[in-house]
């Protein structure tokens, strides 16, 4: 299928492992983030958020930790499974306007049967 | 099912066509967004519409136009438009403003530029 985000970084892991997924963001008055993945020929889906005054989050299958003090964030998936396989980005807000959520580039994970 | 619905998912136009892209949000949002995304940068914010008024328009060329009949559906006029403009158009809703409100996109338009 179509894709964007050509010349991404890459992340390759074998179904059942961990993986752990990560951002740096620019902004330390951003408070809130949100992590993204996208596959191939598909819009982004929402994975899970964070607002600042956490360090952790935890969904199905997901956790994110975010570190204020080096301004990162990760994406830690457990059991990945081929499904997984897509493309992850975050998302960081700084504000209230509409224009002030910024996207990352994006990481390509690939899982391996 | 994301709840915002994208149409068409494919366009291929030439460069002095005149064409739009659709968009339907189901999710009861009071704020719609046009992103561009391509292969060489992140995505890029166009417009955003609250309320039905437009609230941002982030130095688009006018060969866009967007248009907001409700605040469910929004729409994007493509007249004239470039090579370069080859990307996919994402729309988005979200509930209010960004702090702490997240925004759902819907599956995109791949256009292509001929």
């Not at chain 2, 998912?9 to 046009?34: D, F, I, P």
């Amino acid at each position: 299928g179509e894709s964007v985000g050509l010349h991404l970084p890459t992340l390759s892991v074998q179904e059942g492992d961990n993986s752990i997924i990560n951002c740096a963001y620019s902004n330390s008055a951003s408070d809130y983030f949100i992590w993204y993945k996208q596959e191939s020929g598909k819009g982004p889906q929402f994975i899970i958020d964070i607002r600042s005054n956490m360090d952790k989050r935890q969904g199905q299958r997901v956790t994110v930790l975010l570190n204020k003090t080096v301004k990162h964030l990760s994406l830690q998936i457990a059991a990945t499974q081929p499904g997984d396989s897509a493309v992850y980005f975050c998302a960081e807000n700084y504000g209230s306007g509409y224009s002030t959520l910024t996207f990352g580039k994006g990481t390509m994970l690939l899982v391996s049967p | 099912e994301t709840g915002v619905t994208q149409t068409p998912r494919h366009l291929v136009m030439g460069m002095t066509n005149k064409k739009s892209l659709k968009c339907e949000q189901h999710l009861g949002h009071n704020a719609m967004y046009w992103y561009k995304q391509s292969a060489k940068k992140p995505l890029e914010l166009m417009f955003v519409y609250s309320l039905e008024e437009r609230v941002e328009n982030n130095s688009v060329p006018s060969r866009f136009s967007p248009e907001c009949p409700n605040s469910s559906h929004l729409f994007l006029h493509l007249h004239t438009l470039q090579p370069e403009d080859s990307a996919l158009y994402l729309c988005a809703s979200s509930q209010g403003g960004l702090r702490g409100n997240t925004i759902y996109f819907g599956e995109g338009s791949w256009l292509t530029v001929v």
